[in-house]
């Protein structure tokens, strides 16, 4: 087998035929230097990829790509943590695994946060988490609780969407989870599931193009040329069965999704850090920046997500201008309350940009803040899982009452060099005390000493 197909082989759904083929890749690969850039929001098959990786693609992708650093982010799963984390090492690649959620605010219920359309519904993060809990933990049965959540949902719009339209109705367990690896579906699958069975019920172009064309609100004549775009096509089909005004919407309310203090206090009790996920400041709860900063702050979050991209990267220059002007606020807000900000691509959805390129044009001026950032949360990563140190725990909190020394800490921690199996061993076997110690002499040198 030829290097391109263990590099398939990665989105295998075993888990031990990916580990095969990621360590054959790792021992035969020549990997590029790392660069500067790196992407911490990679969405994996766990929730869902738009190319179909699994973690440990993810994570050979970016390695192969000369990313300094990578993070997996999954929609309210952990499935891919241990596994990401160990490409890492065997790749040499830093490593950080987030988790990505919706939830009610309470403070703000009567205003579009960062979920169009959704009064008191913002998406949401929780950084570095640093082990799966427990099953039968109080934090294993909040994350049980996520799972549980999103397939409710899944059912009740399925269930919506076929009583609209019988014709391509689908059943959840036969066409939409054998699209997973682990049972946990989103939209996108469910989507994809719809327009499979569309294609089943409606094998001639011209009767699909009449079933597909109102609800698309395109011409008969346009379809064949969108169903060809998949992405395109897959987007449409989203926003006419699952979103905002489609046939199977029904608007969420505080009974939908956890309330934000729920899940702050949770990421918190798992070590990790809780994160405001920002969109890009056009709606009524993201108009005035350091207010929502203030407000999620104050229920215990300690940092920010960004995808860069669509808030600087636009068509239309009025509209490019407005929005850079938006993150200058929401950075500069960060940046005063030393707030480290995560940056990533998702890369949940067809023509995204593989990374964002910190090194030169409007991004170029935010390298150093994105840089640090990126560099926290790896160096919660370490210290969390060899020191029993996380960013937010009692150690760090004693060691570093001020906040932008902690963040100097945990980012020359993230700066070291990628951790690799033969380190790992050698800091899991000395402990926690000794390995924090061990990791604070080798920050202080810039290179590993042990």
Not at 170 to 185: E, F, H, M, N
Not at 231 to 252: S, T
Not at 396 to 422: H, S
Request: hydrophobic share 45%.
């Amino acid at each position: 087998m030829d290097n391109q197909e263990f590099i398939k082989t990665l989105c295998d759904f075993n888990s031990d035929t990916r580990r095969r083929a990621l360590q054959k890749l790792a021992d035969a690969a020549v990997f590029p230097e790392p660069g500067t850039n790196f992407n911490m929001h990679c969405h994996s098959f766990f929730s869902y990829n738009s190319a179909g990786w699994s973690p440990s693609r993810v994570a050979y992708e970016c390695r192969a790509r000369g990313l300094c650093a990578a993070a997996l982010c999954d929609f309210d799963v952990l499935d891919g943590l241990d596994e990401f984390l160990e490409a890492g090492r065997m790749l040499s690649l830093r490593s950080a695994v987030h988790l990505e959620t919706r939830v009610f605010v309470k403070e703000l219920a009567d205003t579009d946060i960062s979920s169009p359309g959704e009064p008191g519904v913002a998406y949401i993060m929780g950084c570095g988490f640093t082990g799966v809990p427990e099953p039968v933990s109080a934090q294993g049965k909040v994350l049980a609780s996520l799972r549980q959540g999103a397939q409710d949902r899944n059912l009740s719009l399925i269930a919506r969407v076929n009583a609209a339209l019988p014709a391509i109705a689908i059943d959840y367990s036969i066409d939409v989870l054998p699209l997973t690896p682990k049972g946990v579906a989103t939209e996108r699958h469910i989507v994809r599931a719809y327009n499979t069975q569309a294609q089943k019920s409606f094998p001639d172009k011209v009767a699909r193009a009449a079933f597909w064309a109102p609800l698309l609100k395109c011409s008969t004549d346009e379809f064949p040329v969108i169903e060809a775009d998949v992405p395109v096509m897959e987007d449409l089909i989203r926003n006419a069965l699952a979103k905002r005004g489609g046939l199977g919407y029904i608007q969420p309310d505080e009974k939908t999704f956890p309330t934000a203090e729920t899940f702050v206090a949770w990421v918190r009790a798992c070590g990790a850090i809780p994160t405001i996920a920002w969109l890009d400041g056009t709606s009524g709860g993201e108009a005035d920046a350091n207010k929502l900063l203030d407000l999620m702050t104050g229920m215990g979050c300690a940092s920010l997500n960004i995808i860069p991209d669509r808030n600087w990267n636009l068509k239309k220059p009025e509209e490019a201008a407005r929005k850079q002007a938006l993150l200058e606020e929401v950075v500069k807000g960060c940046v005063r309350r030393h707030l480290p900000i995560n940056v990533g691509t998702e890369m949940n959805k067809g023509g995204l940009p593989f990374v964002d390129d910190i090194t030169s044009g409007v991004l170029s001026k935010y390298a150093e803040t994105f840089t640090l950032g990126m560099r926290v949360m790896v160096g919660q990563t370490l210290l969390g899982i060899y020191a029993n140190a996380p960013y937010l725990g009692e150690r760090a909190a004693a060691e570093f009452k001020d906040i932008a020394q902690r963040n100097a800490f945990y980012a020359a921690v993230g700066a070291l060099p990628a951790l690799t199996n033969r380190l790992a061993d050698k800091l899991i076997e000395v402990g926690y005390d000794k390995a924090f110690r061990m990791i604070a002499d080798s920050a202080a040198e810039a290179r590993w000493l042990c």
